[in-house]
């Protein structure tokens, strides 16, 4: 599949490893939007929030327990941080393989959207 989250999981696209395990991998983002920009992303290939069913969901639980786990090791749990997923054209979703932006080591602006 050419998939580019699943040539980085798979080590075939070099990236900066942050965590894994056998469910999720976790990379620093190319081009951080704040001081610490991690991507979490599920080793299965689900293509967006779209995609999420009954049958895949249990992984979405997991990727927020692992979250919590690198803002804690990160340093920015105690003053806090996003965890932002994009969906679709409208929200700016580029790459198609569902993944969870973790951000935080500064003030982020208060704006959603
Ligand atoms: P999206 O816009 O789909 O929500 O987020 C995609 C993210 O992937 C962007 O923040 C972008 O900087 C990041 N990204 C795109 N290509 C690469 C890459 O080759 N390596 C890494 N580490 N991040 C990437
Ligand atoms: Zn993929």
Redesign the pocket.
């Known amino acids: 599949m050419d998939c580019?989250?699943c040539k980085?999981i798979s080590g075939e696209?070099p990236?900066?490893k942050v965590y894994e395990d056998e469910q999720v991998y976790a990379?620093?983002?190319?081009?951080?939007?704040a001081p610490v920009?991690v991507?979490i992303v599920p080793k299965v290939h689900i293509a967006s929030v779209n995609e999420v069913t009954s049958e895949n969901s249990a992984v979405i639980a997991h990727i927020y327990e692992v979250a919590a786990k690198l803002a804690k090791e990160l340093g920015i749990a105690e003053n806090g941080y996003r965890v932002?997923?994009?969906c679709g054209a409208d929200?700016?979703?580029?790459?198609?393989h569902l993944?969870f932006?973790l951000l935080g080591g500064k003030k982020l602006r208060v704006e959603m959207c």
């Open positions: 580019l989250f980085i696209i990236s900066k990379f620093y983002d190319i081009a951080p939007m920009h991507l932002i997923t994009n929200a700016g979703q580029t790459v198609f993944h932006h």
